[in-house]
């Protein structure tokens, strides 16, 4: 590994890394004012049953969670958030194919992704590959438009348009227990084998740690036709999918009084193939990479009385990436034999003052430094440094809430002598919530939002070689309004459990947009901000609950999203108003379970509408839509504390030939079984 050197730090950082001690010291002191005459007396233990109600999140989110992941057919991140509404993934091609995420057509760059609220960063080209992170060990996926409703966060976490927070699995024991052992194996077409394995161990009453590993190899081949002019007239296989990846991570948990603690690491690693475009009957790519993530992370929280409540956060991530591609083998490709090597700090300190029950406010302070260096030829090897500051507060008058926040962003880059450094930046973004329930007896809440944020340009957009370096480009800027509202019905004691209905409207509008524009060679790209896009949308869900007879309960979720993309950029260009390229105008997800006694019926559809590859909306731009079904069963078996579950699954049910992303042809019909033992 090459060791990070910081051998200027400006003046901002260092008043940002004082503040950060200073509120620790505070929080320490403040610790120490606590009554110490108090008495503690044992009482019988008395069990209370009631109702919770549950609490409206002010933001628009979306929530997978226990149950509901496991009963759909999805493995990784990608899969499961395909059916949230406002969602496009961009999937390029099977199981080795990258899969990134873009919400409300903004861009990739401007999603953060929160792995036990901390932010799965990449300085290198801002987006995060959502198909190495599994569901074994994943307890939650949540998604929120704007940023997460609770304003006791760091300050990087209000510094994205939309966020993704995957929640792992925390143990949880009986007085009685003292382990947990979970081992999963899946099998089935593409020569999959995938096992892997969660162990919990309770190691006293107040720490616990966990310990998640996993295997995945598959050859990524399958069958698909391949459509010329008048259809698909030829059929061809897929090869260069292959994937041969392990996955290894372990936490230890902490309890302490009134907070937590806990530390993670976190090891991926894998080879793979890129299966390519399939481009003029060229089907086979030679095209290789080799990945290494390594991170590990601690948070820290507490909360000294109802006034003050503390939260540390720190990280330190390493990324190796190899890319291979070798004209001998592939005569499409350029030679290239690359080697990245990417590097993250980061450090955290948020506050929480509460001196009234229905006020709140905040104060994070964030440092981030991250670090590219790469063996190209007059690599400038960037360094950036980002301090981030927000202030935010919260008013909770019964039926109306209110949260106002304002973050305050300064990035300062630093290169060696091969390159030209961007300029400082030094941004401010406020963001405004409200929410009014007018009924106490019913759950309806009327919800509205309004925030602006912006993304710095990547490494890759200021500093990759074979393009021309721009120091002088601007950040995109977003401005996100959003109203809606949700209503919820639990009924008690009828066949109908719950009801939920959620619908938004919101408009977006995203300037100074970055593009590759190319220059005289076909190698060498320059990055300007030109682009102006406007976005136009509905998001709708709705699920329900309900059990017709005794021991069957039925489930469905339905979400539906409309968007209208345009680009805005030129008028007396033919892509004005034209819709974005990838962006379907009608989108749409379903979902249907049952269960009765130990077995389970999953069925869901996916359904992408009509698009375009480019803003200019011409026939020839036409991409055709598609829809997959998806089917599972499952039984469960049970002795004593073991429990047997084996699922067998369909995917693709019609054999739909479709793609996500033009020329990157997607899997037919597929089989998959599971076999998962916990005890």
């Given at each position: 590994m090459h060791k990070i050197q910081i051998t200027h730090i400006p003046r901002f950082f260092s008043y940002l890394l004082s503040g950060m001690m200073l509120c620790i010291i505070y929080s320490a002191s403040f610790g120490q004012t606590a009554p110490d005459s108090l008495k503690t007396y044992q009482i019988s233990p008395v069990t209370v049953t009631t109702r919770n109600p549950v609490r409206n999140d002010i933001i628009p989110a979306q929530r997978l969670s226990g149950i509901q992941l496991e009963k759909l057919n999805s493995h990784t991140v990608a899969d499961a958030i395909r059916f949230f509404s406002g969602i496009q993934i961009k999937d390029y091609g099977g199981i080795g194919g990258l899969k990134t995420v873009n919400i409300r057509s903004m861009g990739s760059e401007h999603v953060g992704v929160f792995y036990d609220g901390i932010e799965i960063g990449n300085a290198q080209n801002g987006t995060v590959d959502l198909g190495r992170f599994s569901l074994d060990n994943i307890e939650a996926v949540t998604l929120y438009n704007g940023q997460k409703s609770s304003i006791f966060q760091p300050a990087k976490n209000f510094a994205s348009a939309s966020s993704i927070y995957l929640e792992t699995k925390t143990p949880l024991f009986t007085d009685n227990e003292y382990y947990h052992l979970k081992a999963t194996f899946k099998t089935g077409s593409f020569g999959t084998a995938n096992p892997s394995l969660l162990w919990e161990q309770k190691i006293n009453s107040d720490i616990s740690m966990s310990v998640s590993t996993e295997y995945l190899f598959t050859t990524g081949k399958y069958k698909f036709r391949y459509k010329v002019r008048d259809g698909y007239d030829t059929t061809a296989v897929r090869h260069n999918g292959d994937v041969n990846a392990f996955r290894a991570e372990t936490g230890l948990f902490g309890r302490i009084d009134n907070g937590y603690w806990k530390t993670k690491v976190y090891l991926y690693r894998s080879e793979r193939g890129f299966p390519g475009a399939v481009v003029r009957g060229n089907f086979t790519h030679e095209e290789r990479q080799w990945d290494t993530n390594v991170f590990t992370q601690s948070s820290f929280r507490k909360n000294f009385g109802k006034f003050y409540s503390l939260m540390l956060n720190g990280k330190y991530a390493y990324d190796y990436l190899h890319y291979l591609a070798d004209p001998q083998k592939d005569p499409s490709v350029m030679y290239a034999d690359n080697h990245y090597k990417q590097q993250e700090f980061y450090l955290s300190a948020a506050n929480r003052f509460s001196p009234i029950s229905w006020w709140e406010f905040t104060f994070s302070a964030d440092y981030l430094l991250n670090k590219l260096n790469a063996d190209l030829r007059d690599f400038s090897t960037p360094l950036r440094q980002s301090g981030l500051i927000s202030f935010a507060t919260a008013f909770d008058f019964g039926p109306i809430n209110i949260q106002a926040s304002l973050l305050g962003t300064y990035v300062h880059d630093r290169v060696n002598n091969n390159g030209k450094a961007a300029k400082d930046r030094y941004k401010h973004s406020p963001a405004v919530v409200f929410s009014y329930t007018p009924f106490s007896r019913a759950d309806l809440t009327f919800r509205a939002f309004y925030k602006d944020i912006f993304r710095m340009p990547t490494f890759n957009e200021l500093y990759y070689v074979p393009t021309l370096t721009v120091s002088t480009l601007k950040?995109?800027?977003?401005?996100?309004?959003?109203?809606?509202?949700?209503?919820?019905?639990?009924?008690?004691?009828?066949?109908?459990?719950?009801?939920?209905?959620?619908?938004?409207?919101?408009?977006?509008?995203?300037?100074?947009?970055?593009?590759?524009?190319?220059?005289?060679?076909?190698?060498?790209?320059?990055?300007?901000?030109?682009?102006?896009?406007?976005?136009?949308?509905?998001?709708?869900?709705?699920?329900?609950?309900?059990?017709?007879?005794?021991?069957?309960?039925?489930?469905?979720?339905?979400?539906?999203?409309?968007?209208?993309?345009?680009?805005?950029?030129?008028?007396?260009?033919?892509?004005?108003?034209?819709?974005?390229?990838?962006?379907?105008?009608?989108?749409?997800?379903?979902?249907?379970?049952?269960?009765?006694?130990?077995?389970?019926?999953?069925?869901?559809?996916?359904?992408?509408?009509?698009?375009?590859?480019?803003?200019?909306?011409?026939?020839?731009?036409?991409?055709?839509?598609?829809?997959?079904s998806d089917l599972s069963f499952s039984k469960s078996l049970r002795w004593n504390r073991y429990r047997l579950k084996i699922t067998a699954e369909i995917n693709n049910l019609l054999n739909q030939q479709y793609e996500v992303v033009p020329n990157y042809p997607m899997p037919g019909t597929n089989f998959r079984f599971i076999f998962n033992l916990t005890f």
């Open positions: 950040p995109e800027t977003v401005k996100q309004y959003d109203a809606g509202f949700l209503y919820r019905l639990s009924p008690a004691r009828v066949w109908l459990r719950s009801l939920e209905v959620q619908a938004d409207a919101y408009y977006n509008q995203i300037n100074d947009k970055i593009i590759a524009v190319p220059t005289n060679s076909f190698f060498r790209w320059s990055m300007r901000n030109l682009d102006k896009v406007e976005i136009k949308g509905i998001d709708i869900v709705f699920k329900t609950v309900f059990q017709p007879v005794r021991e069957l309960d039925l489930g469905i979720k339905i979400n539906y999203t409309f968007q209208k993309a345009q680009d805005m950029s030129d008028k007396d260009r033919d892509n004005y108003k034209g819709q974005i390229p990838y962006i379907p105008m009608h989108s749409g997800t379903a979902l249907f379970n049952g269960s009765y006694k130990s077995w389970e019926l999953n069925y869901s559809f996916i359904y992408t509408g009509e698009r375009y590859m480019s803003s200019t909306n011409t026939p020839d731009n036409y991409i055709l839509p598609w829809y997959t």
